[in-house]
């Protein structure tokens, strides 16, 4: 089944304890994205990767990083998280030539 | 900055009712896409748009695409309680990767 996974699906931690978000798609997609959905604020793209080790900021790059070692990897990394990160984050995966993406079933992080 | 306003950002309506929600950027598009993410959902492709002027129908959604590409309608004719969620638009500005989305429209339906 063509898929996009996230994990973990919830999580709350405290300020400035690392962690990732791993993000998988199975589609062999080229573009991958990381967004956070906040209430009134619609979905804000955080970072962008158009094929491996290519990746590039979205509108609210501060406070994460990604990498993209391989095709069906995007992992999101807080390196010292903060209460304002407290979000719904979504991972999504698509063709290069086409914008249809298809998004993971979201990571929802409370940061204390 | 490039931006993409999106109204209403509730829409409380009778079934049966029609349903319009409104996209504007403030610079041309390249192309735009509209999702639908049902309550507790993630976001859902709906379509794709890339021609100026272009109009395409998917059984009761009516998508617009704008002479001057900055602007989009999706319309949805007679309501149903299963269009309930948020619709989202969402802009591409180049080939490259960045896309903005609208704030979204939420579809509450009464029967």
């Known amino acids: 089944e063509a898929q996009v996974t996230q994990n973990p699906r919830y999580l709350i931690t405290v300020t400035g304890k690392k962690l990732t978000v791993t993000c998988s798609q199975n589609?062999?997609?080229?573009?991958m994205s990381w967004y956070r959905q906040d209430p009134g604020l619609g979905l804000r793209q955080i970072y962008y990767?158009?094929?491996?080790?290519?990746?590039d900021k979205g509108d609210v790059p501060e406070g994460y990083k990604v990498s993209r070692k391989e095709k069906r990897n995007f992992p999101l990394i807080l390196e010292s998280p903060s209460p304002n990160q407290t979000s719904l984050y979504f991972c999504?995966?698509?063709?290069?030539?086409?914008?249809?993406?298809?998004f993971g079933p979201g990571t929802r992080l409370t940061v204390t | 900055g490039q931006q993409v306003m999106q109204i209403p950002q509730y829409q409380h309506v009778q079934e049966g009712e029609d349903f319009t929600t409104y996209c504007n950027s403030s610079?041309?598009?390249?192309?735009i896409q509209w999702y639908k993410q049902r309550p507790g959902g993630h976001p859902v492709f709906l379509i794709q748009?890339?021609?100026?002027?272009e109009v395409k129908k998917q059984k009761r959604l009516t998508f617009q695409f704008g002479e001057a590409k900055k602007n989009s309608s999706l319309h949805i004719t007679a309501t149903q309680t299963t269009d309930v969620g948020t619709y989202f638009c969402?802009?591409?500005?180049?080939?490259?990767?960045?896309?903005?989305f609208g704030q979204g429209t939420e579809l509450s339906v009464k029967p």
């Open positions: 748009l890339v021609k100026s002027g």
């Open positions: 990767s158009m094929n491996v080790e290519v990746t």
């Open positions: 589609m062999n997609h080229e573009y």
């Open positions: 610079t041309t598009l390249s192309n």
């Open positions: 999504a995966s698509s063709r290069a030539t086409s914008y249809e993406q298809y």
């Open positions: 969402a802009g591409a500005y180049n080939q490259g990767g960045k896309l903005i």
